[in-house]
């Protein structure tokens, strides 16, 4: 987590979290997690909030994916994110495409005090007026306000598939325009390969995933 002044004073509150504990657990654990975000938000008090989650839906993401939406419902109707008048939510949940699914979620607040921010639209090439609250969750891919790519299979050979990729986003608060970027790295599949040399295989095939998402 990380929370500062973006630009004119607007204050800022960046979160990243592997959430996929959460959706094996919605009665006890995501309850809980929830309390704290907000929690959080309530005292950084915020214009902006950027929260990026990975392995959405969890390990088991067949059975547990239908808890998805009620984690998103009660974060949106949560009192912390009521002043919060401008909502992107962006969820990569379609599992059955192995060719594109990452498990990744974006879910970006803008205040109702925050002025001028806009969002870029890729796919015309231009910076756009953010209004409303909006959730994507179908064809991210073509979605037009996002970038979205699963790393190439032979970057990580060791794993027959996987869930590794990153979003990416592009904002505008009055002169200043950053890149907000949701990326799931490979872990460490076995500590003992890790352990043989340094670095270890594992962290080549980070360096090389990460190279390939800032070349983009």
């Not at 995501?30 to 008090?45: A, D, G, M, P, Y």
């Not at 050979?157 to 970027?181: N, Y």
Request: with cysteine; glycine share 4%.
């Amino acid at each position: 987590m990380m929370a500062g002044k973006l630009t004119a004073g607007a204050g800022i509150l960046l979160v990243t979290a592997n959430v996929g504990s959460l959706f094996e657990d919605p009665e006890n654990l995501q309850k809980t997690w929830l309390r704290e975000f907000c929690q959080t938000v309530q005292s950084h008090r915020p214009q902006f909030v950027a929260l990026h989650c990975q392995e959405v839906g969890g390990k088991n993401y067949e059975a547990s994916m239908t808890h998805v939406d009620s984690f998103i419902k009660e974060l949106l109707s949560s009192d912390a994110m009521k002043d919060f008048n401008r909502v992107r939510v962006y969820l990569d949940k379609n599992y059955t495409s192995q060719e594109q699914f990452t498990a990744l979620g974006c879910c970006y607040f803008l205040h109702e005090s925050l002025k001028n921010i806009q969002q870029f639209d890729f796919r015309a090439k231009k910076f756009r007026k953010v209004v409303g609250k909006e959730v994507y969750s179908d064809a991210l891919s073509s979605t037009a306000t996002l970038e979205k790519e699963k790393f190439p299979q032979d970057y990580f050979p060791e794993c027959k598939w996987s869930r590794k990729g990153f979003i990416r986003t592009r904002w505008a608060l009055a002169d200043c325009a950053f890149d907000l970027l949701n990326i799931h790295l490979f872990h460490d599949a076995s500590n003992l390969v890790a352990w043989e040399k340094s670095p270890s295989v594992y962290s080549s095939s980070r360096q090389k995933a990460l190279a390939y998402t800032l070349d983009r």
